[in-house]
């Protein structure tokens, strides 16, 4: 009996996610094939295995070829790009947080091919991957779910299929309206804790191991008290999924009132010139408008993720 090939992967998109994530499949064992924007961003894959291919369509070849970039109009031109090609891929997992329509716009554009597409979008940062902790939410044809299940779980320990079509997103649109609207209910009760006289890591220290602590407010703590605001993901991006969740809200008639607050408040944030820095400077921004000066407590906190 001939030893069954092992399927080759294509990787676009080396960003703080992307990179993580074909880290991991690389380090699994994986034959994969990486191309990012800018390249030097994705050259250290090298050091686990991985190749770095000098052109998009060097990955159309490939059996599957998953994508991780930052926007669907992003989407949209490295998908275009990778089959403007003679060769094709058997299947796409999109990975990007992207809208609803977007994703069937996608799923058409590559059944015109005959590609199947798995849609992938992943809960979890990339401190998150590195500690194996990554979540996917897929939808799509249960075939290609279980197709790519092998490499799914070489990157994250689950993956839940919610069944056809663009499902999963619409998942992921709840789960990050959640994430915006808790960092900043979270930033609104640390600041008023320490208005009132607790320091923000007794706070959290007391939160975190009550019934309302969460692996997200664990790992959030750190940034909360020593004010490390390194990006994990920039108000820019958050902002961008708080727009497809009022978007799905107006589509489907529900009202979202905290989320609708959430989204401006981000917005006050860019607007005031807070772009770069992690979204968890939602604290800052809460703290300044009720007249108070954050400084680090230099306390070590646990994250709950090393
Ligand atoms: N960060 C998080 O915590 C997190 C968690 C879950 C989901 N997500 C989602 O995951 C996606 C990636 O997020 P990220 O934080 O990794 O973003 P990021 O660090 O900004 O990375 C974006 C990636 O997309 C590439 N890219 C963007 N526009 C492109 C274009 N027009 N053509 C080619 N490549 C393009 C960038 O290439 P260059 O390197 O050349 O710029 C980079 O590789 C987003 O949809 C985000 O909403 C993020």
């Known amino acids: 009996m001939p030893t069954p090939t092992k399927p080759s992967v294509g990787w676009i998109g080396a960003g703080r996610m992307g990179y993580e994530m074909a880290a991991r499949l690389a380090k699994?064992?994986?034959?994969?094939?990486?191309?990012?924007?800018?390249?030097?961003?994705?050259?250290?894959?090298?050091?686990?295995?991985?190749?770095?291919?000098?052109?998009?369509?060097?990955?159309a070849g490939?059996?599957?070829?998953?994508?991780?970039?930052?926007?669907?109009?992003?989407?949209k031109q490295v998908v275009g790009d990778l089959l403007a090609g003679k060769a094709q891929p058997r299947l796409?997992?999109?990975?990007?947080?992207?809208?609803?329509?977007?994703?069937?716009?996608?799923?058409?554009?590559?059944?015109?091919?005959?590609?199947?597409?798995?849609?992938?979008?992943?809960?979890?940062?990339a401190k998150v991957i590195k500690a194996g902790k990554l979540s996917f939410v897929c939808s799509g044809p249960r075939a290609s779910f279980d197709e790519a299940l092998p490499y799914l779980k070489m990157i994250g320990p689950?993956?839940?299929y919610v069944g056809e079509g663009e499902l999963s997103r619409i998942?992921?649109?709840?789960?990050?309206?959640?994430?915006?609207?808790?960092?900043?209910?979270?930033?609104?009760?640390?600041?008023?804790?320490?208005?009132?006289g607790v320091p923000r890591h007794a706070l959290l220290d007391f939160l975190n191991q009550s019934v309302m602590g969460s692996t997200f407010s664990r790992y959030k703590t750190p940034a909360f008290v020593n004010l490390d605001f390194k990006v994990t993901f920039t108000p820019e991006l958050l902002r961008k999924?708080?727009?497809?969740?009022?978007?799905?809200?107006?589509?489907?008639?529900?009202?979202?009132?905290?989320?609708?607050?959430?989204?401006?408040?981000?917005?006050?944030?860019?607007g005031r010139g807070m772009r770069e820095e992690d979204f968890a400077t939602l604290l800052?921004?809460?703290?300044?408008?009720?007249?108070?000066?954050?400084?680090?407590?230099?306390?070590?906190v646990k994250d709950g993720l090393s």
């Open 28 to 59: 699994g064992g994986a034959d994969v094939l990486v191309w990012n924007r800018t390249r030097a961003k994705a050259e250290p894959l090298a050091q686990y295995g991985a190749r770095i291919a000098a052109s998009i369509t060097d990955l």
């Open 62 to 75: 490939r059996d599957i070829v998953f994508c991780m970039v930052a926007t669907w109009k992003d989407v």
């Open 92 to 125: 796409v997992i999109e990975c990007s947080s992207i809208s609803l329509e977007g994703s069937a716009e996608l799923r058409e554009m590559l059944a015109r091919r005959g590609i199947a597409y798995l849609a992938a979008p992943v809960s979890g940062n």
């Open 158 to 160: 689950a993956a839940s």
């Open 171 to 196: 998942v992921k649109i709840c789960h990050n309206v959640f994430l915006g609207v808790v960092t900043q209910s979270l930033a609104e009760i640390t600041v008023l804790a320490q208005k009132a």
């Open 241 to 270: 999924d708080l727009d497809l969740g009022l978007d799905a809200g107006r589509r489907f008639e529900v009202p979202l009132p905290l989320a609708s607050a959430t989204r401006d408040l981000i917005q006050s944030m860019m």
């Open 284 to 300: 800052v921004q809460q703290a300044e408008a009720s007249g108070i000066e954050l400084q680090p407590e230099n306390v070590e």
